[in-house]
């Protein structure tokens, strides 16, 4: 099994920046890719970016040219930079990983942290 621990949520005003940190313990050797997914409230969970071990990146239309992700394998994470945040960005935000190194299917899921932009 694969265990994903998010960090780095908060709560920031529009415009600002956050950046958040998953990192994956248990059987690593099993990931081949991780990703965000984010849920708003009363809203369905939406892929917002995944990267493949060795770097192939996508992207929600929603969130392109503003979050960046980038991954360390060797430490065994995953970060998602996001900038000029408005409030259309506020969910909570869930890491997860595939073994099928696909950008967006999910296998093994954190708990989420929550970012909350507000003015």
């Known amino acids: 099994q694969v265990q994903l621990m998010e960090s780095g949520g908060g709560s920031v005003q529009p415009g600002e920046a956050l950046r958040l940190s998953c990192a994956a313990s248990?059987?690593?050797?099993?990931?081949?890719?991780m990703g965000w997914y984010r849920q708003a409230t009363g809203k369905q969970r939406e892929w917002v970016a995944g990267?493949?071990?060795?770097?192939?990146?996508g992207y929600a239309e929603s969130v392109k040219g503003r979050f960046a992700i980038s991954r360390d394998v060797a430490a065994n994470k995953v970060y998602l930079y996001m900038m000029n945040l408005n409030s259309d960005d506020t969910a909570a935000y869930y890491c997860g990983a595939n073994g099928r190194n696909d950008l967006r299917a999910m296998e093994y899921w954190g708990k989420g942290t929550l970012v909350s932009i507000s003015s």
């Open positions: 248990g059987s690593i050797s099993r990931i081949n890719a």
């Open positions: 990267i493949t071990n060795d770097g192939n990146r």
